[in-house]
Nanobody, 120 residues
């Protein structure tokens, strides 16, 4: 059974740090690009960061460049999001996404989300 299980969210003060983790089960993790999305109240879900299947390529939303780092450990079937210098506008539910990026047999999976709240 396919599962993506996020953890690491919580309440942090502005300027603080958090590391999110997403553990994958039930599919060939190393064949999937992995992404983190977020959705703030009243807003659409937005892409935060993406990492290629082998981990050699990453991309970030402009709003988090220089502050967030996505990484993965294919031996542990886990993707991470290190978030530094957090701002109140980073408050959102953060979702993990897996995408095999195969045009003729596209598969995408989502986690259940983890809440990140940045507030003093």
């Amino acid at each position: 059974q396919v599962q993506l299980v996020e953890s690491g969210g919580g309440l942090v003060q502005p300027g603080g740090s958090l590391r999110l983790s997403c553990a994958a089960f039930g599919f060939t993790f190393s064949s999937y690009a992995m992404s983190w999305y977020r959705q703030a109240p009243g807003k659409e879900r937005e892409l935060v960061a993406v990492i290629s299947s082998a981990g050699g390529s990453t991309n970030y939303a402009d709003s988090v460049k220089g502050r967030f780092t996505i990484s993965r450990d294919n031996a542990k079937n886990t993707v991470y999001l290190q978030m530094n210098s957090l701002k109140p506008e980073d408050t959102a539910v953060y979702y993990c996404n897996a995408d095999n990026r195969i045009v003729w047999d596209r598969k995408k999976f989502w986690g259940q989300g983890t809440q990140v709240t940045v507030s003093s």
